[in-house]
């Protein structure tokens, strides 16, 4: 369960501030280096390369702006963590975190980041964040295939498809996808009936 106090939270909140402020620091400096240092007069020649390439190896090794969100999230399958109150999945790469309401920080750079975890520790890499949406009721001819445990990519739509219990390895295979009103329905593939809990788009945050 999660007991972290109000304390812990402003703590929380002004490291991911103050982790944002280093990283436009950084770049600003990089910046403000590179347009004055390769005009300056130096006495050797080597010297005015050497300063040029010590900026250049700063500014391309800081990482790019990331936002950051703090989250509290729980593990519900294999490198599947769950935003709690929110119907956002995180699907991670390697992570072995077994966690239930724990704080973290969601930094991301586009569709991809980093998953921190503030209370137990450590970072694991973040292959993709899942959002949910309803599309229209039907039935829809789809290939899909497997991304993760229980997650289907729809080929082509850069839609997903979220399924309880589906034992399908399915690689670039015709399916049958049949939704209800709800946004849930069924998953028809290689003979196989699967249920599916909705229907997800990646995220870029």
């Keep these: ?7 812990d939270y402003a703590r929380d ?6 982790h944002r402020l280093t ?5 600003l400096l990089c910046l403000a280096g590179l347009r004055v240092q390769p005009g300056r007069v130096l006495e050797r020649k080597e010297n005015t390369m050497r300063v040029f390439v010590s900026f250049l190896a700063v500014c391309f090794t800081t990482p790019a702006f990331a936002d950051s969100y703090g989250v509290n999230i729980t593990r519900v399958g294999a490198d599947i963590y769950k935003i709690v109150s929110e119907d956002i999945f995180i699907h991670t790469t390697g992570c072995y975190k077994y966690v239930t309401d724990e704080g973290a920080f969601l930094e991301m750079r586009g569709f991809t980041g980093e998953l921190d975890f503030t209370d137990s520790g450590g970072t ?12 229209e009721v039907g039935n829809y001819p789809v290939t899909i295939s497997q991304s993760g445990y229980d997650w289907y990519e729809i080929r082509g739509q850069s839609m997903y498809i979220k399924t ?8 670039g295979k015709a399916a049958v996808l049949s939704l209800s009103s709800g946004g849930d329905g069924t998953l028809l593939v290689e003979g196989d009936e699967c249920t599916v809990e909705g229907v997800y788009s990646r995220m870029q945050m």
Excluded at 23 to 27: F, S, Y
Excluded at 127 to 132: H, L, S
């Design 1 to 7: 369960m999660n007991n972290r106090s109000a304390f």
């Design 13 to 18: 909140i002004m490291l991911a501030r103050s």
């Design 23 to 27: 990283r436009i620091a950084v770049v």
């Design 124 to 135: 694991c890499e973040v292959r993709a964040v899942y959002g949910r949406r309803v599309p």
């Design 164 to 171: 309880h219990s589906c034992s399908s390895r399915a690689l």
